[in-house]
């Protein structure tokens, strides 16, 4: 059974760097079958697509973030992680790490269960 | 970009009843729609994708139909597990986008 679970800091100041982990427990994040995701929903809000990185470190961010935004993987690890630089009230939310499957309609087949980020000072 | 808007936001119903949410994309999607199942504090559930296929393990009881931009989500008989927050997302275009969700509460 395929499990994701985000880890890293529930509080973070303005101006500072957001960080967090997803591990991936039975499945590989070298595999070529699918795409490794952030996704966010704000509070009282709809959730909203961050970016993607491949095994091969390729990466797709949303253009509104992409300044901000660095996804990388490490294979070793099994894991990805999400940087958000510069950071403010408005990316206060719920986090979430997914897998995407890259063939076919390429839904999200696999979710973490989330995690709860502040930005507060 | 695609819009995704979804309606109702909230609806109450009863265990057994017929339930419909509708998605409907700002421009042509084909069949690029999933279907989500959301409890509180759980990671969300994929149920449907390619607007009408059955994720598997997901009960008979749920199906998606439509395509292009307008796409529903059925419950034929709504069982007590069922109440969650339902959202669909369009895989069409690389910006992924999601509807905004639609509560399903116990009448």
């Known amino acids: 059974q395929v499990q994701l679970q985000e880890s890293g800091p529930g509080l973070v100041k303005p101006s500072e760097t957001l960080s967090l982990t997803c591990t991936v427990s039975?499945?590989?994040?070298?595999?070529?079958?699918?795409?490794w995701s952030w996704i966010r929903q704000p509070p009282g809000r709809g959730l909203v697509w961050i970016g993607y990185?491949?095994?091969?470190?390729?990466?797709n961010y949303n253009p509104s973030l992409k300044s901000r935004v660095t996804i990388s993987v490490d294979t070793s690890k099994n894991q990805f992680s999400l940087r958000l630089n510069s950071v403010t009230a408005a990316d206060t939310a719920v986090y979430y790490c997914?897998?995407?499957?890259?063939?076919?309609?390429?839904?999200?087949?696999?979710w973490g269960q989330g995690t709860l980020v502040t930005v507060s000072s | 970009d695609i819009q995704m808007t979804q309606s109702p936001s909230s609806l109450s119903a009863s265990v057994g009843d017929r339930v419909t949410i509708t998605c409907r994309a700002s421009?042509?999607?084909?069949?690029?729609l999933n279907w989500y199942q959301h409890k509180p504090g759980k990671a969300p559930k994929l149920l449907i994708y390619?607007?009408?296929s059955l994720q598997g393990g997901v009960p008979s009881r749920f199906s998606g139909s439509g395509s292009g931009t307008d796409f529903t989500l059925t419950i034929s008989s709504l069982q007590p597990e069922d109440f969650a927050t339902y959202f669909c997302?369009?895989?069409?275009?690389?910006?992924?986008?999601f509807g905004q969700g639609t509560k399903v509460e116990i009448k």
């Open positions: 997914a897998r995407v499957q890259t063939v076919g309609y390429s839904p999200i087949d696999y």
């Open positions: 039975g499945g590989s994040v070298s595999s070529g079958s699918y795409y």
């Open positions: 990185i491949y095994y091969s470190g390729s990466t």
């Open positions: 421009q042509s999607i084909s069949s690029y």
């Open positions: 390619a607007a009408s």
């Open positions: 997302q369009q895989s069409y275009s690389t910006f992924w986008a």
